[in-house]
């Protein structure tokens, strides 16, 4: 677990060094899962450094509905995480998608690795947000698509973690 303090200061470093880059044109990113569309209405990247690989080691995925207050409202107070997100150890990116059907919301995490991702859930903005959370909420942390061998061994360890059944049945399209 990482002090909320150290996960600010860091944000705000990242912030200053300008390697916060918030993408405003998301037109063309969405997700489609089990039928229900969602566009995503914001994201956020960490600049890599020269030394990091280009391509993400694992993707953690969370879908759920808020019990209090509107979709609308909901948008916005998502931003109030966003230093405690950013700065969490090996976070690349985040998408925040809402069901255009049902109002439901998906967060698409990108992390340097599977441990990584894992540990997102006992994060402190996982954990607030898990006590906003309407029941039914879904998660799970996979690596990401051409980073695992072995599908048949990676599906096992995502279940042993408790970490969802295997691939999510979505595509997520990014802007070109």
Not at 21 to 39: K, S
Not at 144 to 150: K, S
Request: one cysteine or more.
């Amino acid at each position: 677990m990482h002090n909320p303090i150290s996960l600010v200061l860091r944000a705000l470093g990242l912030l200053l060094e300008g390697k916060l880059l918030f993408r405003r044109h998301l037109a063309r990113e969405w997700l489609d899962d089990g039928g229900e569309l969602f566009r995503a209405f914001r994201r956020v990247e960490v600049e890599p450094s020269a030394s990091r690989s280009s391509t993400p080691g694992a993707i953690f995925q969370v879908r759920f509905r808020f019990k209090n207050l509107s979709s609308e409202v909901n948008q916005w107070l998502s931003l109030i995480p966003i230093p405690l997100i950013v700065a969490q150890p090996g976070f690349r990116s985040k998408t925040w998608l809402l069901g255009e059907r049902s109002g439901e919301f998906v967060g698409h995490y990108e992390f340097d690795s599977l441990e990584q991702a894992e540990a997102y859930w006992d994060s402190l903005p996982m954990r607030i947000m898990r006590k906003r959370a309407a029941p039914g909420l879904r998660h799970s942390a996979l690596e990401a698509p051409g980073r695992c061998d072995n599908e048949k061994a990676h599906r096992s360890r995502a279940s042993r973690r408790g970490l969802g059944q295997g691939r999510p049945n979505h595509s997520l399209v990014l802007p070109v």
